[in-house]
């Protein structure tokens, strides 16, 4: 994997090689941290992060499921993202800033809390021939956490294991990646993705009820479906929904927007990247490089 020169760690920029944390801290042993992830891209008006506002105020709402104090306010956590771009000299990159609980007393209210962004090169996170092919997907035999269990209305390190299993499960398969259902067997989401289906030109996804992160490529997928004058609905769905689907996507800032092409070894409508989803991708592609004047507010220049 590509690295960066500089991670931003508590309010200092520290060289890649040196940003580490007490092995002891209880964000490694106990899961207990939130994170996000954004990305940067090449606009008119320079580098510019997409939805910066956005994936700050889920930091803060994850920071407040979990208890965790932000240790910095949201303002200088969002001018951490732009510095951390700017000191890597990198036009587009991911960035993923963290707030974890370190090594302390073992009452979590009294163990130091840290924060930290990096950020590096990362194109394409689930394989280079994704975006022209889809993806193939497998039905988890791990079920999503539920909203008792472990809150996925958040994004907490700890439950990404939850995530993990469903992955390797997937991979071990021969398949690119999972989907899991909740405890009622509606389906969720992927292991780090929102999932749609397309029937009769209507969008279909999950709501958070079912266990879906409420994602900011999601929500931003959902406004041009509606500028692209398709119909989009918020409801549960099970998988035979995914088999029987015209199309299926993914959603995520990593992945960007992804054809799910199989599922379970059916193929999805024609088992290939279907109209729906070439439409949304162009104008996702249009979006976040500043080419669409009324959702410029989005894209935050990093030297603003
Ligand atoms: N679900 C999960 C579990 C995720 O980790 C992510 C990635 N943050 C998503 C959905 C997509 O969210 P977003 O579009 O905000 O990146």
């Excluded at 060289?15 to 106990?30: E, F, K, Q, R, T």
């Excluded at 036009?91 to 009294?110: M, Q």
């Excluded at 088999?243 to 927007?257: C, K, N, R």
């Excluded at 088992?271 to 592609?285: D, F, K, M, N």
Aim: charged content about 20%; hydrophobic content about 40%.
């Amino acid at each position: 994997m590509e690295t960066a020169k500089f991670v931003w760690m508590d309010a200092h920029l520290v060289p890649w090689d040196d940003a580490n944390i007490h092995v002891m801290s209880h964000g490694l042993h106990y899961g207990a941290g939130v994170f996000e992830g954004l990305r940067c891209y090449e606009t008119a008006r320079g580098p510019a992060i997409f939805r910066l506002g956005d994936h700050i105020r889920r930091l803060e709402r994850s920071a407040k499921v979990y208890t965790v104090g932000l240790p910095f306010p949201v303002e200088q956590l969002a001018e951490a993202c732009r510095e951390v771009v700017r000191a890597n000299g990198l036009n587009e990159c991911y960035i993923r800033p963290i707030v974890y609980v370190g090594f302390g007393d073992p009452n979590p209210f009294l163990a130091p809390i840290h924060a930290a962004v990096g950020c590096w090169p990362w194109d394409d996170y689930l394989g280079p021939e994704a975006y022209e092919n889809g993806v193939t997907v497998k039905i988890s035999s791990f079920r999503k956490v539920g909203p008792n269990v472990i809150p996925p209305a958040a994004k907490a390190t700890g439950q990404y294991l939850n995530s993990i299993l469903a992955k390797v499960e997937a991979l071990t398969c021969g398949y690119d990646e999972c989907i899991l259902l909740d405890d009622a067997g509606y389906v969720a989401e992927g292991s780090s993705e929102n999932v749609f289906i397309v029937r009769d030109r209507i969008l279909v996804t999950p709501p958070a009820s079912a266990g879906a992160l409420p994602g900011v490529t999601r929500d931003t997928v959902m406004a041009l479906a509606a500028r692209l004058g398709y119909e989009v609905r918020e409801e549960v769905f099970v998988r035979s929904d995914l088999y029987l689907a015209d199309e299926a996507f993914f959603t995520g800032t990593a992945s960007e927007i992804v054809s799910i092409c199989g599922v379970d070894g059916r193929p999805v409508g024609a088992g290939e990247p279907g109209p729906v989803v070439g439409a949304l991708r162009s104008a996702y592609c249009d979006l976040v490089h500043g080419r669409i004047d009324e959702l410029a507010h989005w894209l935050d220049p990093i030297d603003a």
